[in-house]
């Protein structure tokens, strides 16, 4: 009688610390892996939030005035202050994303132009991380593997445009390394 009355205690209480301990790995999982937020605009403000899958508002919409992701996985390209920024899922600016044709800087082969200083880098369009830091006076998408870049420009308009010439083209890999002149 007296195993019966502790393996009674023993086994809900064993079964009560199990489900707790997957539930709480399965919602870190979640949340930390393989969440993701939705943009929305507020049609009063026209300022742009994210809400989460089921649809509770995460960040309100009142600091953005346009977003470009359609899915806030780990960094969103967003209008702030006039200016194309990444931003983190703490909502800190990762970057300024190059502006290209109205809006920002168009992924190719997996990278998309940033800019600080008035220098340009790539970053992974996948996961927003800095793949060439911002170094070159100006540089071209890539295309066959290699970007054309110079560490000196001059840049001149063209109608709505802005060119950049140089005489000194190099052309970089997906590191940033020179592969020719």
Known sequence: ?????????????????????????????????????????????????????????????????????????????????????????????????????????YPSEGLFRITENGKVGFADEKTGKVVIKPKFACSEPFENGVSKASFECKKRMLYEYELCESDNWIFVDKKGEIVKK
């Open 1 to 105: 009688m007296k195993n019966f009355k502790i393996q009674t205690l023993f086994f809900p209480l064993l079964l009560l610390i199990m489900i707790s301990s997957c539930a709480e790995k399965s919602s870190d999982l979640v949340n930390k892996e393989d969440s993701f937020l939705l943009p929305f605009s507020d049609e009063k403000t026209d300022k742009w939030g994210f809400k989460n899958e089921a649809g509770e508002i995460i960040i309100p919409a009142k600091k953005y005035d346009h977003c470009f992701s359609d899915t806030f996985k780990t960094y969103a390209i967003v209008v702030k202050a006039n200016k194309f920024v990444a931003i983190d899922r703490d909502e800190k600016v990762m970057y300024t994303v190059f502006p290209f044709d109205n809006g920002p800087d």
